[in-house]
């Protein structure tokens, strides 16, 4: 079975600092998609990955895409409230889960103003 | 127009009930999928169709039944509810294939708690 481990879990900062949230594997997927959801929403696409190695940017929040495709990082310069929310990253089209999205169990960030 | 709808949005009831779950997606999307969402917030899939065809059928009681009446729709029934049923349970939709998922376009989520 595939699984993808978030680090850390839950994360409160003040507003203004970086902080970086790890999506790790032992399985390859041909592409990682990470989600953010509010309260009471359903979680909502920021970025899909797909070539190893990949780096996409999305104002602040800035995306990796692990060389080997296992791993990715999202990491987001000068937090805000606003930014506070559930993050979530999803493998896809990895051995045996064709048509499905693995989901991490999902990062709490709680950003303080 | 809302994309991914479901009803209820709240659901609350008592042990040994049936109740059943409502989604409709208006993005003309090919495949529907049904997820659970449990107190931990992992997301884990239950059920795919394509096409009003069942795709993936993870490892769910058969209490849970999904329904498909065309592409559009994706309803899900579950009969004699226990405790552990309780979670928010989302529908979403997505383009094309099962094989290339893209992206996902998730409802609002359904709040089943069972008393």
């Known amino acids: 079975t595939q699984l993808l481990e978030q680090s850390p879990q839950f994360l409160s900062i003040q507003e203004g600092e970086n902080l970086t949230v790890y999506c790790n594997s032992s399985s390859v997927f041909s592409s990682l998609q990470w989600y953010r959801q509010e309260p009471g929403e359903g979680p909502v696409l920021l970025v899909t990955?797909?070539?190893?190695?990949e780096v996409k940017k999305l104002k602040r929040l800035t995306f990796q895409f692990g060389d080997a495709r296992k791993d990715s990082s999202l990491h987001i310069t000068a937090a805000q409230p606003g930014d506070t929310g559930l993050y979530l990253c999803?493998?896809?089209?990895?051995?045996?889960?064709?048509?499905?999205?693995?989901f991490g169990q999902g990062t709490t960030l709680q950003v303080k103003p | 127009d809302t994309a991914v709808s479901q009803t209820p949005k709240y659901l609350v009831t008592q042990m040994g009930n049936d109740k059943s779950i409502k989604c409709e997606q208006n993005?003309?999307?090919?495949?529907m999928y049904w997820y659970k969402q449990d107190s931990k917030k992992f997301l884990k899939i239950m059920f795919s169709?394509?096409?009003?065809?069942?795709?993936i059928n993870e490892t769910v009681p058969n209490r849970f039944s999904p329904k498909s009446p065309d592409k559009a729709h994706l309803n899900l029934h579950i009969n004699s509810l226990e405790l552990g049923d309780s979670a928010v349970y989302f529908c979403?939709?997505?383009?094309?294939?099962?094989?290339?998922?893209?992206?996902?376009?998730f409802g609002e989520g359904s709040r089943l708690t069972v008393l």
């Open positions: 993005l003309g999307h090919d495949t």
């Open positions: 990955v797909v070539t190893g190695g």
């Open positions: 169709y394509n096409n009003k065809e069942l795709i």
């Open positions: 979403a939709s997505s383009r094309g294939l099962a094989g290339a998922i893209g992206e996902l376009f």
């Open positions: 999803a493998g896809a089209g990895g051995s045996g889960n064709t048509g499905k999205l693995i």
